[in-house]
Structures are given as structure tokens and as C-alpha cells.
């Protein structure tokens, strides 16, 4: 298991990896910003849409809303969604 994402790295980059969010190693409620990026790679041990939703339904219990989904051009084994909160 990988150490907790430090919340100024997540505050500097506007993302936060979907497996630290499924595995519970980040708290974003003193996250400042309206907009997140979820980040899902290849170091989920499953697919990588799933792994987004679930943390994307991790995100909607504290009022976070799915905008988009998209695989990045410059990455085949990545995926992103953003967020919004209300």
C-alpha cells in the first residue's frame, strides 16, 4: 500500500489517485477547490472504469457530482475523471 498523498501535493495538482480514495488514504474535506481530477492508473488491481466509479460514488457520500470521464491523449493506461462539488 502506497503512503497517504499529502494534502498540499493534492492541492497543487487538483488530483488525487483513485486507489488512495478506495483504499481510504486521503481526506479531502479541507479541500479547498471546487474542481478535482480522479486519477485512475495502472496500479488499480482491476479495471480502471471501475475503480473510477467507485471512487466516484466514494466522492458523491461528501457531495461531490461526476462531470466527465476521459482517457487522456498522451496515456493508454489512464483514466480521469472530474468532479464538481455542489
Same mark, same amino acid.
Request: charged share 20%; hydrophobic share 45%; glycine share 4%.
Given at each position: 500500500?502506497?503512503?497517504?498523498?499529502?494534502?498540499? $501535493?493534492?492541492? $497543487?495538482?487538483? &488530483?488525487?489517485?483513485?486507489?488512495? !480514495?478506495?483504499? @481510504? $488514504?486521503?481526506?479531502?474535506?479541507?479541500?479547498?477547490?471546487?474542481h +478535482?481530477?480522479?486519477?485512475?492508473?495502472?496500479?488499480?488491481?482491476?479495471?480502471?472504469?471501475t @475503480?473510477? !466509479?467507485?471512487?466516484? &460514488?466514494? !466522492?458523491? $457520500?461528501?457531495?461531490? &457530482? +461526476?462531470v466527465?470521464?476521459?482517457?487522456?491523449?498522451?496515456?493508454?493506461?489512464? +483514466?480521469?475523471?472530474? !468532479?464538481?462539488?455542489?
Open positions: 500500500m502506497s503512503p497517504f498523498p499529502p494534502p498540499q $501535493q493534492i492541492v $497543487q495538482t487538483r &488530483e488525487v489517485d483513485a486507489l488512495a !480514495l478506495i483504499n @481510504g $488514504q486521503c481526506d479531502l474535506r479541507a479541500y479547498p477547490f471546487r +478535482l481530477a480522479v486519477v485512475a492508473g495502472s496500479n488499480l488491481s482491476m479495471p480502471r472504469t @475503480g473510477i !466509479l467507485i471512487a466516484v &460514488e466514494i !466522492l458523491s $457520500q461528501w457531495g461531490w &457530482e +461526476l466527465s470521464v476521459t482517457k487522456p491523449f498522451e496515456s493508454v493506461d489512464k +483514466l480521469v475523471a472530474f !468532479l464538481r462539488r455542489h
